[in-house]
């Protein structure tokens, strides 16, 4: 071992694992599985940083369970479906098969190099027929079940891509692709009724302990619970009463108007017969449907010249508005507005000259509203001057109390739980995706396939030379027999949402290669993922969305009812960041530049400085990324890995610096030299201090395993500097020197396998170290021998002694008595006291 050659060793150390096989999982009766799943990518093409971090951290684990004796199943997949491809396809011309397939091909070829411990044997991509046809089984039991409905619903419409968009792929009221202005359109949709589990889904949460606290709060205010009041509002032309749910209603009294959404039945019934308001109503659903773009957009109204009575007078009448920030999903489509109290309803009213009545004032500031709504804490103790309960001083969630029961008696209201949680709409106009598997037949309405004719394939044959869906405008594609007569049919030319697809794949590497989406004994052996490794931007709906199919797959008999709840263990990563490097253009306009362009503050190309923007997200199109590929054949795949584990706790951001690799690989090269050093002494050479090498030796091994167990990989690698530096300065003999480093190989193992291994090989360690057992923390050894007690005269430190830890009092008083600093502070006097603290401190008083 002349010298650290990254490329030649981790080369040979990855064939031979992949030639013992020793990450290929199968079932074992005798050992205890250990599932470890990162969330699986999107095929862009190139691999970053945050998936040599993500994959790592993952790697880590999956290494260290190996070690410990577990049976390890440690998967990689493609999440392969989407706009993207459609995207790509559309500007280059070419297929998006032929796009997606060759960049998995790509980020495979980045991925291997780093060594990971993934069972490849199992490896698919969403866009597998194989994949889809059975997520096409998996909605013909969830349509049987009861748990996929079809209706009429308002979408996001992205009127260039041409699809239906999700709440989440709207930007700023855009689409997050094409970046038109969002429209709200009417279609009928295919829904999962995940909402019919919003109770269980919310009450679970208390069951993942070991899920971060900050992402089971975001998914229980996604789902949303709470308890308010129905009733109704009688009109006074004797139409049909509109209903009205309201989590404030002891707000009733500072009432404004009653608002509609505008498709709401009664604003479509007046779009019908009235072209004003038909015109009005097309304005108002210009917008998207995220809550984001209600609440943002500019408050419309119009006024339907309905009026309804008060509840609580019936002389008190309230115009009906149809107002554009009223969402017909949530509730009934209905409100009443106080605007003191709530902004939206402020600006509304502000808008259109309609009163504002104050019902409670802040205690410390009773002034009535302006341009603000008095919106305190439901805890927040206020006064009342405009409530029916004869309320003074209250807090908001007290007379929400009292309202609910007052309304109860008299019998005019209801109290109701809701939830925010909306049924989960799964349809999309697009080609690349799963197709849904039914058929629409004249005679025999919506028909679901048949199983035995499964997949329904995507054509390869389509084109993308004009927007929308291709499925649409196919020849022959759509084309089909009704499953039930077999009459001629249309199949359904919607695909489903991607996230359908990246909701069950952690369920199908139980059994990848089965006929049908699980295989109940695989299934009852693999699950639950012991840990889920991913990042936060996927706290709320693919985690929602997973525990929904989780559960709705048991129901349907695909997974035991232990993996209705599917990752037993979260962790959120944090972002790999990178400086940007920006230039100017003659308009002002930044011009990025990549890392490798640039050097002490200039371009390499011009000497032109640059303006440096610090620990920004790593992004393409601020050019801020570092290539993984090149870091690997320039220092090697070992310190890529050491470096993003290092350098900070896991679930914080780490910024990537090439000083940083460099000192990376700088250690790893002293590690190998250290091995080196310690394989040519003779083996029969002694030293000095083995027993004090050996105790840091075993208190590595408590404190890199703590840290490993605990994620704290960073605080792990710390030891790990902190005992090689401890073994590079020892003078122990041969044995305990060569026990040293094959023990720190081993430790380094998980992070640095390949260097790992060639010390092991070197130091004639049985086996691959990748198999070796982990070893353990003696306890006797972490006990000190020795230790070190400070001596007080007085109150101050003057002197300091070493001791064995088991030596009693008198004995360490006589010793502390008989140093130099004592005899000489006691001039031949006796001491008035000594107290000895047992392994902490001796005090004098002189």
């Not at 997949?77 to 960049?103: I, R, V």
């Not at 070991?210 to 089971?216: E, G």
């Not at 699980?518 to 693999?526: F, G, P, R, S």
């Not at 070992?638 to 470096?643: E, G, L, Y």
Request: net charge negative.
């Amino acid at each position: 071992m002349s010298r650290y050659s990254a490329t030649e060793i981790e080369a040979r150390w990855q064939e031979a694992w992949d030639k013992a096989g020793i990450f290929r999982a199968s079932r074992q009766a005798d050992r205890p599985k250990y599932y470890v799943l990162e969330m699986f990518p999107y095929p862009s093409g190139r691999i970053h940083m945050g998936h040599v971090r993500n994959y790592t951290m993952g790697d880590v684990i999956a290494r260290y369970k190996i070690a410990t004796g577990h049976n390890v199943l440690h998967p990689m997949g493609w999440d392969a479906f989407g706009m993207p491809a459609e995207n790509a396809a559309m500007a280059s011309g070419g297929h998006p098969k032929d796009w997606t397939y060759q960049n998995i091909a790509d980020m495979r070829a980045q991925m291997k190099p780093l060594g990971l411990s993934i069972d490849w044997s199992r490896e698919f991509a969403t866009c597998d027929p194989e994949y889809y046809g059975q997520q096409q089984a998996l909605f013909l039991d969830m349509l049987d079940a009861g748990l996929v409905y079809r209706k009429n619903a308002v979408v996001n419409w992205d009127p260039v891509d041409m699809t239906v968009l999700a709440n989440e792929q709207v930007e700023n009221g855009r689409g997050w692709r094409s970046g038109a202005l969002v429209e709200r359109r009417e279609l009928t949709q295919w829904f999962f009724k995940i909402s019919s589990m919003s109770e269980e889904l919310l009450s679970a949460l208390d069951t993942l302990e070991n899920w971060p606290a900050k992402v089971r709060l975001m998914q229980e205010n996604w789902i949303g619970k709470s308890r308010g009041l129905q009733f109704s509002f009688e009109r006074t032309d004797g139409g049909a009463p509109i209903t009205v749910y309201t989590t404030r209603p002891d707000t009733l009294m500072g009432a404004s108007f009653v608002g509609i959404s505008p498709d709401h039945p009664i604003a479509k019934q007046l779009e019908a017969e009235n072209p004003e308001v038909a015109a009005e109503v097309a304005r108002m659903r210009e917008g998207g449907t995220t809550e984001e773009a209600i609440e943002t957009a500019e408050k419309r109204g119009y006024d339907t010249g309905i009026r309804v009575r008060h509840p609580l007078d019936p002389n008190w009448e309230l115009p009906v508005w149809i107002a554009n920030f009223i969402l017909m999903d949530y509730g009934t489509g209905a409100i009443f507005a106080c605007p003191a109290h709530d902004q939206r309803d402020l600006d509304f009213c502000r808008k259109y000259d309609l009163p504002v009545i104050d019902t409670f004032l802040d205690l410390d500031d009773p002034k009535p509203v302006a341009n603000t709504a008095f919106v305190p804490p439901k805890e927040q103790k206020v006064r009342w001057v405009n409530h029916f309960a004869g309320l003074d001083v209250a807090t908001g969630q007290e007379a929400v109390d009292a309202t609910i029961r007052f309304a109860e008696t008299a019998g005019w209201g209801e109290g109701v739980t809701k939830y925010r949680l909306r049924d989960w709409g799964l349809s999309r106009q697009r080609y690349w995706g799963c197709p849904i598997p039914v058929v629409h037949c004249d005679s025999c309405g919506v028909v679901p396939e048949k199983k035995e004719n499964l997949p329904v394939r995507l054509p390869d044959d389509v084109s993308f030379d004009r927007p929308g869906n291709p499925l649409d405008r196919h020849p022959t594609w759509r084309d089909c027999a009704c499953p039930s007569c077999g009459k001629p049919a249309k199949r359904e030319t919607d695909t489903m949402d991607t996230f359908v697809d990246s909701s069950w794949y952690f369920a199908r590497f139980t059994a990848p290669r089965a006929e049908t989406p699980t295989v109940m004994e695989d299934a009852e052996y693999w699950m639950n993922v012991d840990q889920y490794i991913g990042g936060i931007e996927h706290a709320i709906l693919h985690l929602l969305y997973s525990r929904f199919f989780a559960r709705a797959m048991h129901i349907t008999g695909h997974l035991p009812a232990k993996s209705k709840e599917p990752f037993d263990a979260l962790f959120t990563q944090g972002m790999v960041t990178h400086e940007i490097y920006q230039t100017r253009d003659e308009n002002g306009r930044p011009v990025y530049h990549l890392p490798e362009d640039v050097e002490n503050g200039k371009l390499k190309a011009t000497g032109e400085p640059v303006e440096i923007i610090p620990s920004a997200k790593m992004s393409k199109s601020k050019k801020n990324v570092v290539d993984p590929v090149s870091i690997i054949s320039a220092f090697g795949a070992d310190t890529a890995r050491w470096f993003v584990l290092s350098d900070s706790p896991p679930e914080r951001d780490v910024e990537w610096t090439a000083a940083g690799a460099e000192a990376a690989h700088k250690h790893l090269n002293r590690v190998w030299n250290l091995s080196d050093r310690i394989g040519a002494m003779q083996p029969d050479a002694s030293g000095e201090g083995d027993e004090d090498l050996l105790r840091e030796m075993h208190k590595c091994i408590r404190d890199v395993t703590n840290g490993v167990e605990s994620f704290g990989f960073n605080a792990a690698i710390a030891k790990l500097y902190a005992f090689t530096n401890t073994l590079a300065k020892s003078t122990a003999g041969a044995a305990a020197q060569k026990q040293a480093i094959m023990t720190l190989a081993q430790l380094m193992s998980p992070m640095t396998p390949h260097l790992a291994e060639d010390i092991w090989a070197h130091q004639g360690g049985e086996g691959l170290v990748a198999t070796a057992p982990w070893p353990k923390a003696d306890p006797a050894m972490l006990v000190d021998a020795a230790v070190i007690l400070p001596i007080q005269i007085n109150g101050k430190r003057r002197a300091e002694i070493s001791v064995p830890v088991d030596m009693g009092k008198a004995e360490v008083e006589k010793l502390a008595l008989a140093t130099d600093a004592v005899q000489k502070a006691l001039n031949g006097a006796a001491p008035k006291k000594v107290i000895v603290v047992p392994g902490r401190i001796v005090n004098v008083v002189v």
